[in-house]
């Protein structure tokens, strides 16, 4: 009774250790996307369509690794996404404005994803 008491003790720890290093992990990932996704609101803001662009792809990479991971607690991340592809579409056309309000709706999705 002991044996199988303390096996299950055990097992349950390793099991938590185990998720919440999932957790962390894409919480990280949000976390990348949400500062990169600001950098390149910034640089919208200040017309800056080439950095908008570096940022945002960084940021899409990060949104689209976060979703992967947790895709049933990430349909704002998946909105998220859209908007990122779309900033990118317009800051390489050069519209930095019309990117930065695509980089504005992918972090308020961002901050609603819950990570």
Same mark, same amino acid.
């Given at each position: 009774?002991?044996? *199988?008491? /303390? ?11 185990? +998720? ?9 990932? *949000? +976390? ?13 803001? %200040?017309?800056?369509?080439? #950095?908008?662009?570096? &940022?945002?792809?960084?940021?899409? %990479? &990060?949104?689209? &690794?976060? +979703?992967?991971? &947790? ?6 991340? %998946? ?6 592809? #779309? ?6 056309? =050069?519209?930095? %404005?019309?990117? /930065? ?11 609603? +994803? =819950?990570?």
């Amino acid at each position: 009774m002991m044996k *199988t008491l /303390t096996s299950l003790v055990a097992a349950s720890a390793l099991a938590l250790c185990m +998720s919440a290093q999932v957790y962390a992990k894409d919480a990280g990932h *949000t +976390s990348e996307a949400m500062e990169h996704a600001g950098k390149a609101h910034a640089h919208g803001e %200040d017309g800056h369509a080439k #950095e908008l662009l570096k &940022h945002a792809k960084k940021s899409l %990479d &990060h949104a689209k &690794h976060a +979703s992967k991971e &947790h895709a049933e607690a990430h349909q704002h991340m %998946d909105e998220a996404i859209k908007h990122l592809e #779309e900033a990118i579409k317009h800051a390489e056309m =050069g519209h930095a %404005d019309v990117a /930065t309000g695509h980089m504005d709706e992918a972090i308020k999705h961002m901050q609603k +994803s =819950g990570h």
